[in-house]
């Protein structure tokens, strides 16, 4: 009997509730037993040591990290729920957007008065940048809400106090942030300015006769907007404002303005206005502020760049108005690296949780009376998930680089910081959205049950592609960087050095026609093919570029008029950028099943890559090539298939932050769990 | 019928009463401390019972004043000096099976624990679905105070106590009363010592392994009394406040802080005790405590497996051979631990203590295949 009849078959006997075995001749459908939950640690095997895998891609502060996991798990304020016979700790997203402020600040109390933060913005170096990182990933695990108000606090408010600021400042609040006495916000965008920060409308201008600087907003445009703490919590916000001095602008500087006080009354002349609801991070309360002829002493003015003096004389160390600028945003920096690594770690909740639940959930026999499949087991759904995972082992490998590259940075590597920063923080957040879009979808109805997490937390961490720097922005200057730079290296005949370009200065690889398996999983291989891409489209931008220019267009419009090789070069940078850490990683691993397994991942990861419309679309590889890597990559996801539990156990996410269908879903879902 | 199925000398006493099995530790002078063979016996029974469809129910209880006083570390130290650390190690390989098995169990064990339950007692009742405290009931993971730390899966069991509960149980060696226990969750039920035989006897009348049954039975005989006034778990929020901290170092310091702010014998009885204790004991107790509390039962007993034959071993420090010397043989209770000193015990050294044995002849423990059988869900959820 042909399966559709035997479907339409199935389908009328539910419909008409009858017994399945039917007149009609045909093999007797036995009805099947329940469904067991079956555990996958009792069926899967671990082909190599876990614990040394997530020793390999955390590599920093893991006890930390697990102490805050514990302390977490501890308390009633982290909402644990009982779900299967597993304690679950998880915000109460359904709860009004007010309950979700008021409990997250209760849980930064929690946090600050069991020490947490010690020493966060008091002690330097990089073991303690290192903590904070640590310390941010592991709590945006549980609530991005929580994370933000934190990164609000510490790397914002207190960053800018830290690199803006001077010793004066230093000594004044630095303590007081770290205790929580002084609770910070960062008012930079407006209703009418984000991206473009230099626009702000805010001004501030200089009173050589009382020694003080009056603040104002002199239209609505120039609301503070989207400013995370400003409704409620904060009592002291860094405000960037246009300088006036004498009538003449100096640009973007950053002040201090207290505008609560102790007891959240709001201060004179400020008036504070709600963002609102919005579809995720209700618990951090984004606001509007308005400045109505603040005064604020002229030490206030946060002065390690430039200072006015107390007659009302401007004066700077640095000349150039842009290199001022520059230097103003460098405590985004920080906000980029910790916003780009904090991303891997939803895509690991995200995948563990869904990869957990195709290894117990089973659709469809392949034969009657066959036990159903487990999800996983079908090769289109490893080909949804595992590529995934080597994505996200990959982002972990790259997250060590930034991090590294930033806690070790000089004022000469600021530029590759930048590039790095703005291109890893685009593409990760972009990928975890994906990926947890992916998961979702996976998880299919289980995955909209916000229980299950993997749903709401695509909303909850939807607005990484814009703070900080919206993504499609960031990737731009990407571009523009690596094109000023081959500018740069054409005009003094140099070579390239610095931004991994380096490979520019070799001979272009070449392609072989006919590629072999063998060939396409090297690890040299891969590199080339990423290199060949990324030197192609340079050229290419340049080209165009000068092109446009050659027409009299401005370098801005040339370079905005081609935004399409801009994006596919952004692209390029990145995904060799990642694959080059990735590869490095594996090249250091003594050999041994550990490495076995990276290599694999690495080799998908490239793969993947490899899969950019832009190999096609430019001729990199040929259509016969182009199919051969489709089936590579089907050939490996079927290869890591059987180490998927023990890869996404090691990304070392306990069990109590992922979701109840990442464990025995049947018994949560059983009736003696309802409320009755 | 009894009288069938064992003698009285044997360290594990088995009567059969239709679908329940009934074993009894038996060397009361010992307080039941748990040898070899009486583990090694459990374990057979066991596996025995998980295969046999007339086995519903398994019931442990002690004879004497103790459930189980632990296990029978003297025997361990006198192996270890006779045939080298792995035969001290091969004790605990066997011990921490059975509390795999019987964390992993797919019938339910109900432990009566009228009595002392301490150290490997704990590891032999707590991994099972119930647990009934009496008034006589005496709980304690004392192992800090004799070099070791605290396992038979007590990474497990008390890193999931209400808040940091677990970190003062395992770090001091604190004592608990049968209400105490029933609290805190150690204990799932409390019956009175004086219905114990009636209890017994509505068990041995089960014919079924439904844990919502079995604990309607006992139900039936609990009652719920209240904590005296001075119990420690009236003291869970200064216990969280201080047992939260990061390090031992920070615990003590907060202890002390709180001492500072008033005058309260148990606090300054606390800080003493952990003075007393081997300091290389307190920092990987800590440790495997908190890594425990994001383990399933499995993974932890395998890394307290490590962490144990290390401790064996004593390249690291022989705190426990000291420990052991100090309590148990010369008893002069004046242990001289080395290193002596918090402060001189680095994370590295910590962090070698999770680490594999490098030794030819080692390796980590190999849990019993669990897969063929039906887990139940409270069972599961522990994996």
């Known amino acids: ?676 | 019928m009894a009288s069938s199925v064992s003698s009285q000398h044997d360290q594990v006493l088995v009567e059969e009463k239709s679908f329940a099995r009934i074993l009894t530790f038996n060397r009361p002078k010992q307080l039941n401390a748990l040898s070899f063979q009486m583990i090694s016996r459990l374990l057979e029974l066991f596996l025995a019972y998980e295969d046999d469809p007339n086995v519903k129910l398994v019931i442990l209880k002690g004879k004497g004043r103790s459930f189980c006083a632990g296990g029978d570390v003297a025997a361990v130290v006198h192996d270890i000096r006779a045939g080298g650390w792995k035969a001290g190690a091969n004790f605990f390989m066997k011990e921490f099976t059975l509390n795999y098995l019987m964390a992993t169990y797919s019938k339910p064990q109900v432990s009566i624990l009228n009595g002392i339950v301490m150290g490997g007692g704990n590891g032999a009742s707590m991994h099972g679905r119930f647990r009934v405290a009496t008034e006589n009931s005496l709980f304690a993971m004392p192992e800090t105070a004799l070099g070791l730390f605290p396992d038979v899966g007590a990474s497990y069991f008390l890193s999931r106590l209400p808040g940091f509960f677990g970190e003062y149980l395992g770090l001091t060696g604190g004592r608990l009363d049968g209400v105490e226990m029933l609290a805190c969750g150690l204990a799932t039920h409390f019956v009175p010592s004086a219905k114990l035989p009636m209890l017994e006897a509505a068990l041995c009348a089960v014919d079924s392994s439904d844990p919502a049954t079995i604990s309607s039975i006992i139900g039936k005989y609990s009652e719920r009394p209240s904590l005296k006034e001075q119990s420690v778990y009236n003291r869970l929020d200064v216990i969280d406040r201080c047992f939260s901290q990061k390090t031992v170092e920070e615990i003590l310091s907060a202890l002390e802080r709180e001492a500072v702010d008033r005058r309260d014998g148990w606090i300054s009885t606390t800080i003493q005790t952990l003075k007393k204790a081997s300091p290389t004991s307190l920092k990987i107790s800590l440790r495997s405590i908190r890594v425990g509390r994001l383990q399933g039962v499995g993974p932890c007993l395998v890394r307290e497996y490590r962490m144990v034959s290390h401790v064996m071993r004593g390249e690291f420090s022989k705190d426990f051979f000291e420990g052991c010397r100090a309590i148990l043989l010369d008893k002069d209770k004046k242990p001289k631990w080395e290193p002596s000193k918090l402060e001189l015990i680095t994370d590295t050294t910590v962090d070698s203590y999770f680490s594999k044995v490098k030794d030819e002849d080692w390796e980590d423990l190999k849990l019993p295949a669990r897969s063929k059988f039906n887990l139940p869900p409270y069972v599961i959820a522990k994996l």
């Open chain 1, 1 to 676: 009997m042909d399966r559709a009849f035997q479907r339409t078959k199935i389908l009328n006997n539910h419909l008409l509730q009858s017994s399945p075995s039917s007149p009609i001749q045909s093999p007797p459908l036995s009805s099947n037993a329940c469904l067991n939950y079956s555990p996958p640690e009792l069926s899967e095997f671990f082909a190599f040591d876990v614990e040394e895998m997530r020793r390999i891609i955390d590599w920093h502060h893991m006890e930390l990290r697990d102490h805050l996991f514990g302390m977490i798990s501890r308390s009633k304020l982290f909402n644990p729920r009982v779900r299967g016979g597993k304690v679950f700790v998880s915000p109460d997203f359904n709860q009004p957007m007010e309950q979700q402020r008021e409990i997250t600040s209760k849980r930064i109390d929690y946090l600050f008065e069991r020490g947490v933060f010690k020493g966060w913005l008091t002690e330097e170096g990089e073991e303690v940048e290192l903590r904070k990182f640590a310390s941010f990933e592991a709590l945006a695990i549980f609530d991005h809400s929580l994370g933000i108000m934190l990164a609000v606090h510490f790397f914002l408010w207190g960053g800018a106090v830290q690199v803006f600021g001077t010793k004066q400042h230093h000594e004044k609040w630095l303590k007081d942030t770290e205790t929580n006495v002084v609770k910070g916000c960062f008012a930079m965008t407006e209703l009418g300015h984000g991206s473009n920060v230099r626009g702000v409308e805010t001004v501030a201008t200089y009173d050589s006769n009382t020694g003080e600087f009056v603040i104002n907003t002199p239209c609505e445009s120039a609301q503070k907007f989207w400013i995370g703490g400003a409704t409620n919590h904060a009592t002291h916000a860094i405000v960037l404002s246009q300088l006036n001095i004498n009538g003449t602008n100096q640009g973007v500087h950053a002040f201090i303005v207290q505008i609560r006080d102790a007891n959240g009354k709001v201060c004179p002349n400020i008036r504070t206005a709600d963002n609102g609801r919005k579809i995720g991070l209700n618990g951090v309360d984004n606001g509007r502020i308005w400045f109505d002829n603040v005064r604020v002493p002229r030490e206030n003015l946060l002065n390690s760049v430039a200072d006015v003096s107390p007659d009302g004389k401007y004066l700077s160390s640095i000349k150039d108005p842009d290199q001022r600028f520059a230097a103003f945003l460098a405590p985004l920096t920080i906000g980029r690296v910790s916003i780009a690594t904090s991303a891997v770690y939803l895509s690991k909740v995200g995948l563990t949780i869904a990869i957990r639940y195709a290894l117990t959930r089973r659709a469809f026999s392949l034969k009657p009376n066959e036990p159903e499949v487990l999800l996983l087991d079908y090769p289109s759904h490893q080909r949804r998930l595992l590529p995934l995972l080597a994505k996200t082992y990959a982002m972990s490998f790259a997250s060590k680089y930034l991090k590294m590259l930033y806690v070790k940075r000089t004022p000469q590597s600021y530029k590759t910081i930048h590039v790095f920063s703005s291109s890893f923080k685009a593409t990760f957040t972009w990928n975890n959205l994906h990926i947890l879009q992916e998961c979702r979808e996976a998880c299919g109805g289980q995955g909209l049950s916000s229980e299950n997490h993997v749903g709401q937390m695509k909303a909850e961490y939807d607005v990484q592609s814009t703070f900080e720097g919206d993504n499609n922005i960031l990737m731009q200057q990407v571009s523009k960087a690596l094109l000023a730079e081959y500018v740069a290296a054409k005009k003094r005949k140099k070579a390239f050095k610095g931004l991994g370009l380096e490979h520019m200065n070799e001979p272009s690889p070449v392609i072989p026609s006919q590629l072999t398996s063998t060939t396409l999983h090297s690890s040299q291989f891969q590199m080339d093919a990423l290199c060949l891409r990324e030197r192609d489209l340079l050229n290419r931008l340049a080209v165009e570029v000068s092109r446009h220019q050659a027409k009299g267009l401005s370098k801005e419009h040339a370079f905005n008029m081609s935004y399409q090789l801009a994006e596919d070069l952004s692209r390029a940078f990145t995904d060799r950028a990642i694959f080059q850490t990735f590869a490095e990683a594996e090249a250091t691993l003594a050999a041994g099943p550990l490495k076995d397994v990276v290599g694999m991942l690495r080799s998908l990861y490239g793969l993947i890559c490899l899969e950019d419309a832009a190999f096609l679309r430019y001729g990199y590889l040929s259509v016969d090539n182009g199919a051969l890597v489709r089936r590579e990559i089907t050939k490996t996801c079927g290869e890591i298939r059987p180490h998927a539990l023990a890869l996404v156990s090691s990304f070392g996410i306990p069990d109590a932050f992922l979701s109840p269908i990442a464990f025995d879903w049947i018994d949560a879902h059983a009736w003696g769990s309802v409320q009755h």
